[in-house]
């Protein structure tokens, strides 16, 4: 019995230590991915292949820092499943939305960044007669068509967190200004892949978050 308590101290160590890690390498990696935008203060909504094209041509550190946000969506679903076992007996009904919203567009997250940013990246490798034949393919990805539809969905991931924030104000399960920087960097995200956006809405989840993973590492 004592070698069983054992086991299930170390696992639960284990996901704790995990836990942390994720609270607090999600926002530094999303801090340097959205450092390393190199069209930080495009501002312009990209509505076609030929736009698409031109914004990610040879621009390796762009490419680099979506591999980066990719990383991130497996640290914001442990985040997520973290908020869930927190706030279940606090605010169970809202909670559980939130979670759920957050853990789905982390999904959407995973999908988003595979079949766009890490799929031009390849298409970065083709010389300049090849890719500029591939425009049409360009069109259809980047308006979703077919099944890549589901990935309209991805604002589910800021929403969801959006309302964990307002669990979080609510419960005073964290320190209110921590709940509010991330309620507020979590709403920014909800933009038109805005670059200027999502740099500063990066900075506002930092100072939110790696508070709470310092105190998670402590309590640890």
């Given at each position: 019995?004592?070698?069983?308590?054992?086991?299930v101290?170390k696992?639960?160590r284990?996901?704790?230590?995990?836990?942390?890690?994720?609270?607090?390498l999600?926002?530094?990696?999303?801090?340097?991915?959205q450092?390393?935008?190199?069209?930080?203060?495009?501002?312009?909504?990209?509505?076609n292949?030929?736009?698409?094209l031109?914004?990610f041509?040879?621009?390796?550190?762009?490419?680099?820092?979506?591999?980066?946000?990719?990383?991130?969506a497996?640290?914001?679903?442990?985040?997520?499943?973290?908020?869930?076992?927190?706030?279940?007996l606090?605010s169970?009904?809202?909670?559980f939305?939130g979670?759920?919203?957050?853990?789905i567009?982390?999904l959407?997250?995973?999908?988003?960044k595979s079949?766009?940013?890490?799929?031009?990246?390849?298409?970065?490798?083709?010389n300049?007669?090849?890719?500029?034949?591939?425009?049409?393919?360009?069109?259809?990805l980047?308006k979703?068509?077919?099944?890549?539809?589901?990935?309209?969905?991805?604002p589910l991931?800021?929403?969801g967190?959006?309302?964990?924030g307002?669990v979080l104000?609510?419960?005073?399960?964290?320190p209110?200004?921590?709940?509010?920087?991330?309620?507020i960097?979590?709403?920014?995200?909800?933009?038109?892949?805005?670059?200027?956006?999502?740099?500063?809405a990066?900075?506002?989840?930092?100072?939110?978050?790696?508070?709470?993973?310092?105190?998670?590492f402590?309590?640890n």
């Open positions: 019995m004592k070698q069983k308590e054992m086991l101290s696992i639960n284990l996901e704790n230590v995990g836990t942390a890690l994720s609270f607090f999600f926002p530094l990696l999303f801090v340097i991915a450092l390393m935008h190199p069209n930080l203060f495009h501002i312009e909504v990209i509505t292949g030929k736009q698409w031109d914004h041509r040879g621009q390796n550190l762009l490419h680099l820092s979506h591999f980066l946000e990719f990383c991130c497996p640290m914001l679903i442990i985040m997520a499943i973290h908020y869930k076992n927190v706030l279940r606090k169970p009904v809202l909670s939305i979670v759920c919203m957050a853990f567009g982390a959407m997250l995973l999908g988003n079949a766009l940013c890490l799929t031009i990246s390849a298409f970065d490798t083709l300049n007669s090849q890719i500029y034949q591939i425009v049409p393919a360009l069109d259809v980047l979703k068509e077919a099944f890549m539809i589901v990935l309209w969905l991805l991931l800021p929403l967190y959006v309302v964990i307002i104000f609510k419960t005073k399960y964290v209110r200004w921590q709940a509010i920087l991330l309620t960097g979590s709403l920014m995200l909800a933009n038109p892949e805005v670059e200027l956006i999502n740099f500063f990066s900075f506002f989840l930092a100072a939110g978050l790696l508070p709470y993973s310092i105190k998670l402590k309590r």
